[in-house]
């Protein structure tokens, strides 16, 4: 060790080329100075800006290029377009507000500016969340490449993200945002990131509903975390912060129908998609299980359509896949076209208030939908897992994302780990979203492609403990005797 001192100032250490408690800035220019010789730190610290600019500088290059080649195609129009300017009362009201401000800013080029805005929040969104994961789970170059195209993958056919004019274009990068702010809070401890975390949770599920299940995943991992912490007061109020979230995303969502359509009710178009698969696989016989006239009559029209369609499962002589593809292909005639249409119909022959019918439908398929589950519980339950399994892309998916998802819950009950917590809560969100999409809906790609990324993580982190055993047993067998 070298000691260094200039006049009356404080020394400064060196040792093995290292400076050892520097006290004063110009002890240490006037030591490399003197001594002809770079800090090893700054060399170090000039490597590593050099290393990051250039990644920005691919990222920011790599962004620029991928909206002006999406910007210059054009933005593609769906049923569910037309229906988000309308503000259907049956739509949430984040992107129907998005669109409406942007039409009444922009008149007939408000779709150019909705594709580029759903780039430019997009691509933001990736940044984010890319090197927060790049830096927390020490990606390497080819995982930092694949981990970029995944995130990107939902840009390009056959999603086509930020040119179609629908929900998707907001809710991926807020979905990216919420997931990168969860990681900090989590994983980080890094408590501010509540308040970012809060107002994205909302704006996300004000614009698509289906990430509810979020909160008692989170809840649940942060109070695994802090345990006899949890009670401390300023822990408890942000339990008390989270667990309020959804209640206030409903309030608003309410809130914004009473004011836009006259009506204080959430969004009403749930059980009208879940009460699909149940009527897909219903008897003619079940009419008779109804509590109401009004129930019956409505089974019986309905029942009979999809009937007169052969839309329904007894219909298949086949596998339960083959009986799902049939509805799976054919939801929009089995739900839009049948249940939803001629359900309002209906009420409307027997209340003429506007839009009443809509939200009468609604209510109606929440009190059938038990009673046709209870009826026909095994062929539902057959064709539901057949759904998840077609939405995850095959059994063995499933079998691998249960196996974790078991696996790493037992682990963090005996001893919390932040990677192994992790994987519990990305192979939650897999698993969950998987599980309400079958429920609510038919398992289409545009429903589950929020949480590839997630997949792609998981698969990380897993070859990585199998090589760390690996690696372990052979340095003990190396080891021995």
């Not at 802090?226 to 912060?241: A, Q, V």
């Not at 309020?244 to 959430?266: A, C, Q, V, W």
């Not at 090589?467 to 340095?475: G, M, P």
Request: proline letters at 4%; aromatic letters at 16%.
């Amino acid at each position: 060790m070298k000691i260094f001192r200039c006049g009356n100032t404080p020394a400064i250490s060196v040792q093995n080329g290292r400076l050892l408690n520097p006290r004063n800035r110009i002890n240490v220019i006037l030591y490399f100075v003197s001594s002809n010789r770079k800090p090893p730190t700054l060399n170090k610290l000039l490597s590593w800006i050099e290393k990051k600019n250039a990644e920005s500088s691919a990222l920011v290059i790599c962004f620029g290029l991928l909206f002006v080649y999406f910007i210059l195609q054009s933005p593609l129009y769906s049923p569910d377009t037309c229906s988000y300017l309308k503000g259907d009362i049956y739509r949430l009201p984040g992107y129907v507000i998005y669109l409406n401000v942007l039409e009444a800013i922009f008149g007939a080029s408000y779709d150019v500016v909705a594709v580029g805005l759903h780039l430019l929040v997009g691509f933001m969104g990736i940044w984010i969340i890319y090197k927060n994961f790049v830096s927390y789970f020490n990606l390497k170059n080819i995982a930092k490449l694949l981990f970029l195209s995944v995130l990107l993958f939902p840009y390009f056919p056959p999603l086509l993200t930020a040119n179609n004019l629908t929900s998707e274009g907001l809710a991926y990068p807020l979905y990216l945002a919420l997931i990168s702010f969860t990681l900090d809070f989590l994983f980080r401890n890094k408590r501010k990131r509540i308040i970012p975390l809060a107002a994205v949770f909302i704006l996300l599920i004000l614009t698509r509903g289906q990430f509810i299940v979020f909160i008692p995943i989170f809840i649940f991992i942060m109070i695994l975390g802090m345990k006899k912490h949890i009670f401390k007061l300023r822990n408890l109020s942000l339990l008390i912060l989270i667990i309020s979230l959804p209640f206030l995303s409903g309030l608003m969502d309410s809130t914004y129908r009473k004011i836009n359509h006259g009506f204080f009710e959430k969004t009403p178009f749930s059980y009208v998609n879940a009460i699909s698969l149940p009527l897909f696989v219903s008897q003619k016989t079940d009419g008779d299980l109804m509590s109401t006239q009004a129930h019956k009559t409505l089974f019986t029209i309905t029942y009979k359509k999809i009937d007169n369609l052969d839309l329904l499962s007894s219909k298949v002589e086949g596998t339960a896949m083959d009986k799902y593809l049939l509805f799976h292909d054919n939801f929009p005639a089995i739900c839009n076209q049948n249940i939803h249409k001629q359900g309002r119909a209906y009420f409307r022959k027997h209340d003429k208030t506007f839009l009443k019918d809509f939200i009468l439908i609604e209510k109606a398929c929440k009190e059938m939908f038990p009673v046709l589950l209870k009826a026909n519980f095994k062929e539902w339950g057959r064709l539901y897992l057949t759904s998840i399994i077609f939405g995850l892309g095959s059994l063995w998916v499933l079998l691998l994302a249960l196996i974790i998802f078991v696996a790493s819950l037992f682990s963090i009950l005996k001893k919390y780990s932040k990677e192994t917590v992790f994987l519990f809560f990305a192979t939650s969100l897999i698993l969950s979203n998987a599980m309400i999409t079958a429920l609510a809906t038919h398992s289409i790609q545009r429903y589950l492609f929020y949480n590839y990324f997630l997949g792609f993580i998981v698969v990380i982190l897993c070859l990585r403990k199998i090589y760390h055993f690996y690696e372990s047993r052979t340095i003990r067998g190396n080891a021995m005797p």
